[in-house]
């Protein structure tokens, strides 16, 4: 059997997890002495409160390599397939592929840095488990993936600068300009690594139907199983005009929506939304 697993930063729902039997591995957030779970124990919620009050960035780490062997079983025939977010932004990647040769499971253990975050990793993910649904083997799967990662189109619009200048992706100045200016920057990733694009104005509603609508060649040409919204907490009427925009571009089989776990929310501040696909 193969099983699917991915850290946290995947932020698929539970439901989405549950259907496709996916098993998280939590990375860590400090907020100041206290520790947290990712999904299991920390909202992003309580996590905006806590940052807004300290004025501050709360700290991310990953699994341990412990945490990762705890997951897996060495006495047995599974294969295991594991996902992290981009190694150039965490130790996720390096610390499942220990824990692999501690455990000396190198054969079965196939680790794959997504070069993504957030669902950039969940359609990673879901296109592995319907592979492995479908009887194919962990080296064939992830040969499969490591085709399509280049394709994975991850893009988000910030609502505010506030979180990322805490956490030291962007300067002071630009923060208050950007505040004052009532811009809202696009970031996309490229490479493994997170990059600014073009910058919007006007209200909510606008400026994220402007970020979409300039995806909609690409979403037209997309491959169609499944397009994600994905989000830290935005205004449930932009969601919706969202959807039925993507809704009337027709063609996508599912568009799922799901919520930015607290790694994610942490660097991204609330009102972050993207609208995440693979290129067809």
């Given at each position: 059997m193969v099983r699917i697993l991915s850290d946290s930063t995947c932020d698929l729902s539970k439901e989405l997890v549950e259907k496709y039997g996916i098993t998280i591995i939590p990375l860590y957030v400090r907020?100041?002495?206290?520790?947290?779970?990712?999904?299991?124990?920390i909202t992003p919620k309580e996590l905006y409160k806590w940052s807004d009050e300290h004025g501050e960035t709360?700290?991310?780490?990953?699994?341990?390599?412990?945490?990762?062997?705890?997951?897996?079983?060495?006495?047995?025939?599974?294969?295991y397939i594991i996902f992290t977010i981009s190694s150039s932004m965490s130790a996720s990647f390096n610390n499942c592929r220990l824990a692999a040769e501690d455990m000396e499971m190198t054969d079965r253990v196939f680790v794959i840095d997504s070069a993504n975050l957030s669902t950039g990793?969940?359609?990673?993910?879901?296109?592995?488990?319907?592979?492995?649904?479908?009887?194919?083997?962990?080296?064939?799967?992830?040969?499969?993936?490591?085709?399509i990662k280049d394709k994975v189109r991850a893009s988000f619009v910030i609502d505010t600068l506030t979180y990322l200048h805490r956490g030291g992706r962007c300067s002071g100045l630009a923060a208050i300009l950007g505040s004052a200016l009532k811009l809202h920057p696009r970031i996309s990733v490229e490479g493994g690594a997170m990059h600014p694009g073009k910058k919007?104005?006007?209200?909510?509603?606008?400026?994220?139907?402007?970020?979409?609508?300039?995806?909609?060649?690409?979403?037209?040409?997309?491959?169609?199983?499944?397009?994600?919204i994905t989000h830290s907490g935005c205004e449930r009427e932009i969601v919706e005009q969202v959807k039925?925009?993507?809704e009337e571009l027709g063609g996508f089989k599912e568009i799922l929506e799901t919520r930015a776990g607290a790694v994610v929310s942490?660097?991204?501040?609330?009102?972050?939304?993207?609208?995440?696909?693979?290129?067809?």
């Open positions: 907020l100041g002495e206290s520790e947290y779970k990712d999904g299991v124990n709360p700290k991310t780490a990953a699994a341990s390599v412990q945490d990762i062997e705890a997951v897996l079983e060495k006495n047995g025939d599974d294969e990793i969940g359609l990673q993910v879901i296109k592995a488990a319907e592979m492995a649904q479908r009887g194919m083997k962990a080296a064939e799967i992830a040969a499969e993936i490591e085709k919007y104005r006007g209200t909510d509603s606008k400026y994220v139907m402007d970020y979409v609508k300039d995806m909609e060649e690409a979403l037209k040409n997309a491959e169609m199983d499944r397009v994600f039925r925009y993507l942490s660097h991204c501040g609330p009102g972050t939304i993207g609208v995440l696909f693979i290129e067809g």
